[in-house]
T-cell receptor, first 113, second 112 residues
Framework: ETGVTQSPTHLIKTRGQQVTLRCSSQSGHNTVSWYQQALGQGPQFIFQYYREEENGRGNFPPRFSGLQFPNYSSELNVNALELDDSALYLC????????????FGNGTRLTVT | DAKTTQPPSMDCAEGRAANLPCNHSTISGNEYVYWYRQIHSQGPQYIIHGLKNNETNEMASLIITEDRKSSTLILPHATLRDTAVYYCIVRVLTGANSKLTFGKGITLSVRP
């Protein structure tokens, strides 16, 4: 069973730039969600995708957007990067069954300078 | 989702049981208690979840009080590799819901 994998592991961008982070879901999982984790804080929910559509969103502005592909892999796009976007970005996948626990990847560490 | 309260940190000796408390006094009848942990530089790892009955798996045991206002995660024989931040989360399950509301968690330090 392949777990959740994310790429790249680390990334440095300049304020104002755009970034795309990638995630491959665990085998058999068709729901993917993204979280932002600032240093010293717990992860914060950004949004989730099910059947290639966004069907839940946290308190993040529209410049945070995503995609889910037919093979259930996913992308997180962030436009007009700000210094406060520096964080660990986590992807999680689950089966679309209510009790299914989330399985997280090890994240992408984004630094905005 | 209901809010949870955890002490910021605790420690225990290697080989002893670690009992991690969590308060969720505003939990609703349809909310489950989930525990995750996060070892440094890794993503959160699912440990266990329950509704009102005690649960046990290969990693831990979850004890939920009868009024469901608090719970305790028990690691029966803590090892150095159990040093991590442990998050107690209550989660309402509606549809394909993968929103988890994390707090700051409790940092468990296992000492040799």
């Amino acid at each position: 069973e392949t777990g959740v994998t994310q790429s790249p592991t680390h990334l440095i961008k300049t304020r104002g730039q755009q970034v795309t982070l990638r995630c491959s879901s665990q085998s058999g999982h068709n729901t993917v969600s993204w979280y932002q984790q600032a240093l010293g804080q717990g992860p914060q929910f950004i949004f989730q995708y099910y059947r290639e559509e966004e069907n839940g969103r946290g308190n993040f502005p529209p410049r945070f957007s995503g995609l889910q592909f037919p093979n259930y892999s996913s992308e997180l796009n962030v436009n007009a990067l700000e210094l406060d976007d520096s964080a660990l970005y986590l992807c999680a996948s689950s089966a679309a069954i209510n009790l299914s626990p989330l399985h997280f990847g090890n994240g992408t560490r984004l630094t905005v300078t | 989702d209901a809010k949870t309260t955890q002490p910021p940190s605790m420690d225990c000796a290697e080989g002893r049981a670690a009992n991690l408390p969590c308060n969720h006094s505003t939990i609703s009848g349809n909310e489950y208690v989930y525990w995750y942990r996060q070892i440094h530089s890794q993503g959160p790892q699912y440990i266990i979840h329950g509704l009102k009955n005690n649960e046990t798996n290969e990693m831990a045991s979850l004890i939920i009080t009868e009024d469901r206002k608090s719970s305790t995660l028990i690691l029966p024989h803590a090892t150095l590799r159990d040093t991590a931040v442990y998050y107690c989360i209550v989660r309402v399950l509606t549809g394909a819901n993968s929103k988890l509301t994390f707090g700051k968690g409790i940092t468990l330090s296992v000492r040799p």
